[in-house]
């Protein structure tokens, strides 16, 4: 059974930092990309950030570009987001997903709450 | 990176037909056939419905099914249940690469 299990979300302050991850288990991690989504408070979805297998291609939404940081541990089955410089805006529940075919997200995790606020 | 645009609600009667569309540009929706359509229920993570624009994975009831056409896709829910209520999202892929994404406002479908 795959399972995406999301951890490291909180309260933060405007401008502090905050690290996300989300431990994969029930499929050959090393074969897929992986995505972060979020979705604030009421709002829909919104693409984060995205790695290919093997880390060498990286994207990000402009919203987040040059303050988020995604990367993966094959070895550990794990997928990072580092956040820095966190405003308001950033506020969401923030899902870990895997690709399939398309770039389709045919796993999802239950999602680690984000909340910065001062 | 500007979302892709859905209708912000949809209803229709148990039993009936409905269509919920995603506009986009030829940078995105029209640019390649990888439209994917996902349901969302209240405090649940979103469900994959529909993949390359047409495909349906496996455990997905075949109510569900998808199309395009130019710039715009479409997810057609036939025979209505009550369990369809729900917020529905599509995403594509971007000009920009194979991993850049974007996702519609989302629809919230109501059974009336």
């Known amino acids: 059974e795959v399972q995406l299990v999301e951890s490291g979300g909180g309260l933060v302050q405007p401008g502090r930092s905050l690290r996300l991850s989300c431990a994969a288990s029930?499929?050959?991690?090393?074969?897929?990309?992986m995505h972060w989504v979020r979705q604030a408070p009421g709002k829909g979805l919104e693409w984060v950030s995205g790695?290919?297998?093997?880390?060498?291609?990286?994207a990000y939404a402009d919203s987040v570009k040059g303050r988020f940081t995604i990367s993966r541990d094959n070895a550990k089955n794990s997928l990072y987001l580092q956040m820095n410089s966190l405003r308001a805006e950033d506020t969401a529940l923030y899902y870990c997903?895997?690709?399939?075919?398309?770039?389709?997200?045919?796993?999802w995790g239950q999602g680690t709450l984000v909340t910065v606020s001062s | 990176q500007s979302a892709l645009t859905q209708p912000a609600s949809v209803s229709g009667s148990p039993g009936q037909s409905i269509t919920i569309s995603c506009t986009g540009t030829?940078?995105?929706?029209?640019?390649?056939?990888?439209v994917s359509w996902y349901q969302q229920h209240p405090g649940k993570a979103p469900k994959l419905m529909i993949y390359e624009v047409s495909n349906r994975p496996s455990g997905v009831s075949n109510r569900f099914s998808g199309s395009k056409s130019g710039n715009t896709a479409s997810l057609t829910i036939s025979g209505l249940q009550a369990e369809d209520e729900a917020d529905y999202y599509c995403?594509?892929?971007?000009?920009?690469?194979?991993?850049?994404?974007?996702f519609g406002t989302g629809t919230k479908v109501t059974v009336l």
């Open positions: 029930g499929f050959t991690f090393d074969d897929y990309a």
């Open positions: 995403s594509s892929y971007t000009s920009s690469s194979t991993l850049d994404q974007v």
């Open positions: 030829s940078s995105d929706v029209g640019g390649y056939n990888y």
């Open positions: 997903t895997k690709d399939t075919v398309g770039g389709a997200k045919d796993y």
């Open positions: 790695i290919s297998w093997n880390s060498g291609s990286i």
